[in-house]
């Protein structure tokens, strides 16, 4: 079964930083580009990053470039998402996604959550002091 599982949320202070994993059972990261979305509360999920299958493109949304940080990591078939300075803001339950290498080659409001065909459980975040 071809699984993506989050991993790493938890509850942060402002300010503070947390790193997410997105890891892949039953099949390869290499190949693939890599998505990490976000669902606030009462609000519709959006894209946030993406990184080309061999990492040579990332992408990121206006309200996390230069706090959020893509990467891989093929030998351990991980995706981090490093993410700094969480405001509260940032708040919300966030997926991962697999998908072609087209779907991260522009900009990153490319790659729409409605080109996701399966959702995983996703790893809360909450930014609170």
């Known amino acids: 079964q071809l699984q993506l599982v989050e991993s790493g949320g938890g509850l942060v202070q402002p300010g503070g930083s947390l790193r997410l994993s997105c890891a892949a059972f039953g099949f390869t990261l290499d190949g693939y580009a890599i998505g990490w979305f976000r669902q606030a509360p009462g609000k519709e999920r959006e894209v946030v990053s993406c990184i080309s299958s061999d990492g040579s493109r990332t992408h990121y949304s206006e309200s996390v470039t230069g706090r959020f940080a893509i990467s891989r990591d093929n030998a351990k078939n991980t995706v981090p998402l490093q993410m700094n300075s969480l405001e509260p803001e940032d708040t919300a339950v966030y997926y991962c996604?697999?998908?072609?290498?087209?779907?991260?080659?522009?900009?990153?409001?490319?790659?729409?959550?409605?080109?996701?065909?399966?959702w995983g459980q996703g790893t809360q975040v909450t930014v609170s002091s």
């Open positions: 996604a697999a998908g072609p290498d087209y779907y991260c080659a522009g900009y990153v409001g490319f790659w729409e959550p409605t080109r996701v065909d399966t």
